[in-house]
């Protein structure tokens, strides 16, 4: 979830908590309120605390330069790693 569903949870969990006054047969209104809105407290918090690795601030801020980097710095770089397989044992030796 993000920030805005979030704030949607706790604005409907504030107005079923503290807004509406009928009853439902089987239904606490006010129950489900504060359900909604602890969870989107929860949320919210998590939101902002897991910004900063997604897409938050600082995704495009601009690094230094760095020889042979990329064309642009505010990119992230992808980086390929490549394993070698070893020969099969018993082989023939390698070429020199």
């Given at each position: 979830?993000g920030?805005?569903?979030?704030?949607?949870?706790?604005a409907?969990?504030?107005?079923?908590t503290?807004?509406v006054t009928?009853?439902?047969?089987?239904?606490?209104?006010?129950a489900?309120?504060v359900?909604?809105?602890?969870?989107?407290?929860?949320?919210?918090?998590l939101?902002?605390?897991?910004?900063?690795?997604?897409?938050?601030?600082g995704?495009?801020?601009r690094?230094?330069?760095?020889?042979?980097?990329?064309a642009?710095?505010?990119?992230?770089?992808?980086?390929?790693?490549?394993?070698?397989e070893?020969?099969?044992p018993?082989g023939?030796?390698?070429?020199p």
């Amino acid at each position: 979830m993000g920030l805005g569903v979030s704030l949607i949870l706790i604005a409907a969990g504030a107005i079923l908590t503290w807004g509406v006054t009928a009853e439902a047969s089987g239904l606490d209104v006010n129950a489900i309120g504060v359900i909604l809105m602890v969870v989107g407290l929860i949320s919210f918090v998590l939101s902002l605390v897991l910004w900063q690795s997604w897409w938050g601030p600082g995704y495009f801020s601009r690094g230094g330069y760095v020889e042979g980097g990329p064309a642009r710095p505010w990119t992230r770089r992808r980086t390929t790693y490549v394993e070698d397989e070893p020969p099969p044992p018993g082989g023939p030796p390698p070429p020199p």
